[in-house]
Nanobody, 115 residues
Framework: QVQLVESGGGLVQAGGSLRLSCAPS????????MGWYRQAPGKQREWVAI??????NYADSVKGRFTISRDNAKNTVYLQMNSLKPEDTAVYYC??????????WGQGTQVTVSS
């Protein structure tokens, strides 16, 4: 059973920064795509950023402010979030898509941005 363990959420003022971490229980190379999604209260879950091989993609709402990266030596994926806005407030979920086509999710970490 693959587990994705997230950390790094918290409360920050608008304009501040946070870094989220996601450490899978399996080898990071076991996953074709890794990414971050978020879900705000009353809204559907939306994708934020993904990394596949050496490429990255971002939702328009976070482009230029968020950076997804992976540290293969630490078997960890990060989401660096800068210039945070109140509308970034959400539960952030780590996601991993295995080469077997199975989707894995973390338990979520709360990010709250105060104005």
């Amino acid at each position: 059973q693959v587990q994705l363990v997230e950390s790094g959420g918290g409360l920050v003022q608008a304009g501040g920064s946070l870094r989220l971490s996601c450490a899978p229980s399996g080898n990071i190379f076991s996953f074709n795509v890794m990414g971050w999604y978020r879900q705000a209260p009353g809204k559907q879950r939306e994708w934020v950023a993904i990394t596949r091989g050496g490429t990255t993609n971002y939702a328009d709402s976070v482009k230029g402010r968020f950076t997804i990266s992976r540290d293969n030596a630490k078997n960890t994926v990060y989401l660096q979030m800068n210039s945070l806005k109140p509308e970034d407030t959400a539960v952030y979920y780590c996601n991993a898509l295995g080469y077997n086509g199975i989707n894995y999710w973390g338990q979520g970490t709360q990010v709250t941005v105060s104005s």
